[in-house]
């Protein structure tokens, strides 16, 4: 059977069920060791290997072979430059034969027998190299059992004879030689991959170095030559820092006059030829070289490593600085120092921003600094050269800025020269941050070039943080310090040992907790344990404190009596100069703290007065409930003319009333929903879900039916009446904002109607949000485009007719010409996010016109802006010296009699500033209540005085209008004069001043000039 390949062939081989095996000289061995006996061999046949190349082979680099199998094929090789072989191993020598034709190799070894085989043609090209052919035989070989009957029969055929011994023996000799040969070649192999690489060098040396390879050379800087032929020692003396050359030069001296003298193996620091510590792991023995034993230094370079070692041990010098360091002098003193006498560096220096000088001063240094801190000039600004460097712009950027080789810096670097001559060789400078600034910058100088760098600047990275960690530490201290000493008799300090034994408690600790100093020393703190607080709160705290950090939060105590109370406490772990740790808590007793907090709570969720929860807690319910599809019924109610009643009845019985409709309300809802006071005399219910909208007609009925009897408020019986606008969720709306507009715009249509109505919201109504809307946009329009313009109604002195004064009164003025009257923007400015803005124009304006017309202007005031400090504060300061009416509608005088009196005491330094009581008549004031309103004027509204000729009643209330305010010293001030029968009934009724169309309309600012000219 044929056997297609040499692994198919060891195969067979290995299985053993071949009765009889015709076997090479490559498998032979491994034939014999499966038990297979000799038998008999072809006469006179012998196997052949030799070297095919199909020209000269290239003069250098690497010569690629292909052959099946390196045993006894391998001595074919030994006729080229065997360290120059690469092999490639294929299935067998057709395809070998096949890669050298094609040319993808230089040569091929080749078996004779499939030599013969090739047609000549193909030879042509192919040149035998005839050197070092291997011979051998190909041998019959049996199993044991059939050994006699296989001998039997292959002797008896022609050409066969019997197999010798000594056949055998040479021919495992020469795989045995082979063995060997390819050991020594692997071993070249080895030392080939050492030589070649970049990370390991390669010195040769008896008394002289003899050779070196190129990574050597690269690692210390000189070139093969400078190398070659010179004195191992004299080589020692320049390549070996001081630290280190008498040792190695003792272990030179050993080796030359012993060539038998141990190997080396240890860490070396070499100098560079450039001036540079390499360090390298270095490894020393004896070898046979050039036929005579020389020594081999073999040496792996480990500078980052130890670079990144002695880092390492310069952040634990720190840390040992930080854990000793009370105070920031000492620590920055302490670290200066262990850092130049334990690290070796050379100089070092700490330095801090001086804001107004502009600089970085030196605060703290230690080393070698030879006025070198004298040449400084570092600035903190990023435009001048002396602050461009290290320091400076790692002030500014707070990021490490590191120089790892001061000999590499550009000349016109103002700081190079002063460093190089004091032998600065690589800096860095660290920004230490406190308090959320860069307060403190470290800079470090090394001896040597490339101490710092940019892969180690993870480890400077830890030292910054450890450093800012100290700082906040002792920083936490000094407060700890302050706070022992300041509230030693008033708070709660304890101390325990590691093992959390009390050790120490002051009177604070006994006067809140009720156990006596005695009861406490010796105990553990949980002593006082209420059982509030988790296994894991507990966990945590311990995690902290271990770990170095100080832990800060609320312990829930229980007193000796049993009463629970609330210690605020931060515990700060503390070591002692000895090592040993202790615990130091500071506490505030805020249990009141607490109480107070958990009612404030309250008053935030809640209405104080009635106890309903508040517009901001409704709102927020609301918002959670209305979700999905049921139906809700919201619904905004406001009592009808309550600020009449406050004035009537005193505010004392008003806030009685309104708890009463809190409380009615809130038994009508019961479980179905919740209320809200939602503004001083306005309810919001919220209900649902319900199961029809016929649901909300009937809940609305019931909630009507509360305000048709007379409330009881001790004898009087005070009848309420209300409005109220009703919206349903889905149907009005997906959300509580749409919905709360829909409500307001259902309520204001109920106002419409009169007392008692109550309107649901109808699609009718779209047409106010319309209206909403636009007036949004108008406002919005006007603000960024400076559109708001005033026009100017004049009044006059009713006697003589002579100009008194302006109103102003607002207008839009848009681009294209069309003017906005009040009526289409001003409810929505009055509550929007501009009226700050317009009112800041507002007065700007009034007091330019004022000052500039030398006449009262008059401007009405809305009772949100009454209550608006800052604005007062403007008015203050832009109209202190500008005569201007300040005019409030009656409604908003009798709800903030108060706010108005404060507000009349802030403005008593503007000389020029008088009160008008506006539209007086249509709100609740009786003639009685005028003694008590702090007003200067007094407008008569218009209502009044329409036809005021032709009703005698109407005529009665306003002459005792005008008689009472004229005994009261208060002017007044008639609206909506339109005729001249009304005019000359006026000057009869001797009223102070008249406004109105029959003298003249509002007017643009060049109108009120050009009268003001006519009247001069």
């Given at each position: 059977e044929p056997i297609p390949d040499f692994k198919k062939e060891f195969e067979y081989i290995e299985k053993g069920d071949l009765h009889l095996y015709y076997v090479s000289p490559h498998s032979l061995r491994r034939a014999l060791d499966r038990g297979y006996k000799p038998v008999a061999k072809i006469k006179n046949q012998k196997d052949r290997y030799f070297l095919l190349t199909r020209g000269e082979l290239p003069p250098e680099g690497e010569i690629l072979v292909a052959l099946p199998f390196l045993e006894a094929a391998g001595y074919a090789l030994l006729g080229i430059d065997i360290e120059r072989v690469k092999l490639v191993f294929v299935k067998d020598y057709e395809e070998a034969l096949s890669l050298l034709k094609e040319g993808k190799v230089h040569a091929s070894v080749m078996y004779n027998e499939t030599w013969e085989e090739i047609d000549e043609k193909e030879k042509a090209n192919l040149q035998i190299v005839e050197s070092y052919i291997f011979e051998s035989s190909h041998i019959f070989l049996g199993q044991p059992q059939l050994y006699d009957k296989l001998k039997d029969a292959l002797l008896s055929l022609e050409n066969i004879e019997e197999v010798k011994e000594e056949d055998i023996k040479?021919?495992?000799?020469?795989?045995?030689?082979?063995?060997?040969?390819?050991?020594?070649?692997?071993?070249?192999?080895?030392?080939?991959?050492?030589?070649?690489?970049?990370?390991?060098?390669?010195?040769?040396?008896?008394?002289?170095?003899?050779?070196?390879?190129?990574?050597?050379?690269?690692?210390?800087?000189?070139?093969?030559?400078?190398?070659i032929g010179r004195h191992v020692l004299e080589v020692a003396e320049d390549l070996i820092t001081e630290s280190h050359r008498r040792i190695i030069k003792e272990a030179l001296e050993r080796a030359l006059q012993d060539e038998k003298a141990p190997s080396f193996y240890?860490?070396?620091?070499?100098?560079?030829?450039?001036?540079?510590?390499?360090?390298?792991?270095?490894?020393?023995?004896?070898?046979?070289?050039?036929?005579?034993?020389?020594?081999?230094?073999?040496?792996?370079?480990?500078?980052?490593?130890?670079?990144?070692?002695?880092?390492?041990?310069?952040?634990?010098?720190?840390?040992?600085?930080?854990?000793?360091s009370l105070l920031e002098e000492e620590l920055f003193e302490s670290t200066c120092k262990a850092l130049v006498e334990e690290m070796g560096l050379k100089f070092v220096w700490v330095g801090v921003p001086d804001l107004e000088g502009e600089k970085i001063k030196p605060a703290y240094h230690y080393g070698y600094e030879e006025g070198y801190l004298k040449e400084l000039n570092i600035s903190t600004r990023e435009d001048l050269p002396s602050g461009r460097g290290p320091t400076g712009t790692a002030y500014r950027e707070n990021r490490i800025m590191i120089n790892p080789d001061t000999r590499a810096l550009e000349e016109a670097a103002p700081w190079k020269g002063e460093m190089l001559k004091r032998g600065y060789l690589s800096s860095t400078a660290i920004p230490i941050r406190k308090g959320g600034k860069v307060a403190y910058i470290l800079n470090l100088y090394a001896p040597e070039p490339l101490f710092?760098?940019?892969?180690?600047?993870?480890?400077?990275?830890?030292?910054?943080?450890?450093?800012?960690?100290?700082?906040?530490?002792?920083?936490?201290?000094?407060?700890?310090?302050?706070?022992?000493?300041?509230?030693?008799?008033?708070?709660?300090?304890?101390i325990t040992d590691e093992g959390g034994k009390i050790l120490y408690s002051n009177e604070g600790v006994s006067r809140i907790s009720g156990y006596t100093k005695e009861e406490l020393l010796g105990k553990k703190p949980s002593i006082f344990k209420s059982g509030y607080h988790s296994r894991e709160f507990y966990e945590e705290l311990w995690k902290t404190l271990l770990s170095g950090k100080t832990w800060h939060g609320k312990f829930i105590n229980r007193r000796k009596d049993g009463q629970i109370c609330h210690i605020e406490q931060t515990i700060y772990p503390i070591k002692l100069p000895d090592g040993s740790p202790r615990f130091v808590s500071v506490g505030l007793d805020v249990t009141k703290e607490v109480l107070l907090s958990s009612e404030l709570e309250k008053l935030m969720l809640y209405d104080p007065l009635t106890g309903l929860l508040n517009a901001k807690s409704f709102y927020s319910k609301a918002e959670e409930s209305l979700k999905g599809d049921k139906i809700f019924f919201l619904g905004i109610i406001d009592i009808h003319n309550f600020?009449?009643?406050?004035?009537?009845?005193?505010?004392?019985?008003?806030?009685?009333?309104?708890?009463?409709?809190?409380?009615?309300?809130?038994?009508?809802?019961?479980?179905?929903?919740?209320?809200?006071?939602?503004?001083?005399d306005s309810f919001g219910i919220l209900c649902g879900p319900l199961e029809s909208e016929e649901d909300a007609i009937v809940l609305a009925e019931q909630i009507g039916r509360i305000f048709q009897s007379p409330f009881i408020v001790g004898k009087e019986q005070i009848p309420l009446s209300i409005n109220m606008g009703i919206t349903l969720y889905p149907k009005d709306g997906k959300g509580l904002k749409e919905l709360l507009e829909k409500a307001g715009l259902a309520l204001l249509e109920a106002r419409r109607y009169g007392e008692g109505e109550i309107r649901f919201f109808e699609p009718t109504l779209e047409r106010r949000i319309k209206d909403y809307l636009k007036a949004a946009e108008l406002v919005e329009k006007a603000i960024k485009n400076g559109l708001f313009i005033f026009h100017y109604q004049p009044y006059f002195r009713t006697k003589d007719l002579s100009l008194a004064g302006v109103e102003a009164l607002v207008r839009i003025k848009d681009f294209d010409g069309t003017l906005y009257s009040p009526k289409?923007?001003?409810?929505?400015?009055e509550n929007s996010r501009y009226l700050s803005s317009f009112e800041e124009w507002a007065i700007k304006e009034i007091a330019r016109r004022a000052q500039k017309w030398n006449i009262p202007v008059s401007i009405n005031i809305s009772a949100k802006t009454l209550k608006d400090e800052e604005f007062w504060d403007r008015f203050v300061k832009t109209c202190l010296r500008s005569p201007v009416n300040i005019e409030i509608t009656e409604r908003v005088f009798v709800e903030s009699s108060k706010e108005i009196l404060k507000l009349q005491e802030k403005l008593k330094i503007c000389k020029n500033i008088r009160f008008t009581l506006?539209?007086?008549?249509?709100?609740?004031?009786?003639?009685?209540?005028?003694?008590?309103?702090?007003?200067?004027?007094?407008?008569?509204?218009?209502?009044?005085?329409?036809?005021?000729?032709?009703?005698?009643?109407?005529?009665?209330?306003?002459?005792?209008?005008?008689?009472?305010?004229?005994?009261?010293?208060?002017?007044?001030?008639?609206?909506?004069?339109?005729?001249?029968?009304?005019?000359?009934?006026?000057?009869?009724?001797?009223?102070?001043?008249?406004?109105?169309?029959?003298?003249?309309?509002?007017?643009?600012?060049?109108?009120?000039?050009?009268?003001?000219?006519?009247?001069r």
């Open positions: 040479k021919t495992l000799r020469l795989y045995d030689e082979f063995d060997r040969l390819l050991k020594l070649w692997s071993h070249l192999n080895i030392a080939k991959a050492l030589e070649k690489s970049p990370q390991i060098g390669i010195l040769i040396y008896k008394d002289k170095i003899v050779y070196a390879n190129e990574s050597a050379c690269n690692m210390i800087g000189y070139k093969r030559e400078e190398l240890g860490e070396v620091p070499f100098l560079r030829r450039d001036g540079n510590t390499l360090w390298a792991l270095t490894f020393a023995d004896g070898i046979l070289y050039q036929g005579d034993y020389h020594r081999i230094a073999l040496f792996i370079d480990i500078t980052q490593r130890k670079r990144l070692e002695r880092l390492y041990s310069l952040l634990r010098k720190i840390n040992r600085v930080i854990t000793k710092f760098a940019e892969e180690n600047r993870e480890v400077l990275e830890e030292i910054k943080e450890d450093l800012e960690f100290a700082l906040n530490r002792i920083e936490d201290m000094k407060q700890n310090i302050i706070t022992l000493k300041t509230l030693e008799n008033s708070s709660w300090i304890l600020s009449s009643i406050n004035g009537i009845y005193g505010i004392e019985i008003g806030d009685i009333l309104l708890k009463e409709v809190g409380k009615k309300l809130k038994e009508e809802v019961e479980d179905k929903g919740i209320v809200s006071r939602i503004a001083a289409s923007f001003i409810d929505y400015l506006d539209d007086f008549g249509t709100g609740y004031s009786s003639l009685a209540q005028i003694t008590n309103l702090p007003v200067d004027l007094i407008k008569i509204d218009a209502s009044f005085i329409r036809n005021l000729q032709e009703n005698p009643k109407r005529k009665i209330i306003v002459k005792n209008v005008i008689n009472l305010s004229k005994d009261l010293g208060i002017e007044t001030l008639a609206e909506g004069v339109e005729s001249q029968e009304e005019l000359n009934l006026l000057k009869e009724l001797d009223c102070t001043y008249v406004q109105g169309f029959l003298l003249s309309k509002p007017l643009p600012e060049e109108e009120i000039e050009k009268l003001l000219r006519e009247k």
